[in-house]
Nanobody, 114 residues
Framework: QVQLVESGGGLVQPGGSLRLSCAAS????????MSWYRQAPGKERELVAR????????IYADSVKGRFTISRDNAKNTVYLQMNSLRPEDTAVYRC???????WGQGTQVTVSS
């Protein structure tokens, strides 16, 4: 059963930090390219970050570059998103995605507000 489960979201003040986790099961995690997407109310889904199976290559949206870091632990079948210097515009539901297995997580809410 292919499954991705996110955790770590919550309410944080501007300038704060959160670390999201996505635990994977049901496929060969080490072969999967993993991505974090987000979607805010009234906006289209946006690719935030992506990491290859070995962890050797990453990409980031311009809006988060320098603030967010994607990483993975293949021994734990988990991908992470470290989010620093959070801004109100980072508020969204964050979901992880596994390629080529077409697996989506259920999402975790991140709210940045004072």
């Amino acid at each position: 059963q292919v499954q991705l489960v996110e955790s770590g979201g919550g309410l944080v003040q501007p300038g704060g930090s959160l670390r999201l986790s996505c635990a994977a099961s049901g496929f060969t995690f080490s072969t999967a390219t993993m991505s974090w997407y987000r979607q805010a109310p009234g906006k289209e889904r946006e690719l935030v970050a992506r990491i290859t199976g070995s962890g050797g290559s990453t990409i980031y949206a311009d809006s988060v570059k320098g603030r967010f870091t994607i990483s993975r632990d293949n021994a734990k079948n988990t991908v992470y998103l470290q989010m620093n210097s959070l801004r109100p515009e980072d508020t969204a539901v964050y979901r992880c995605y596994a390629f080529p297995y077409h697996a989506w997580g259920q999402g975790t809410q991140v709210t940045v507000s004072s």
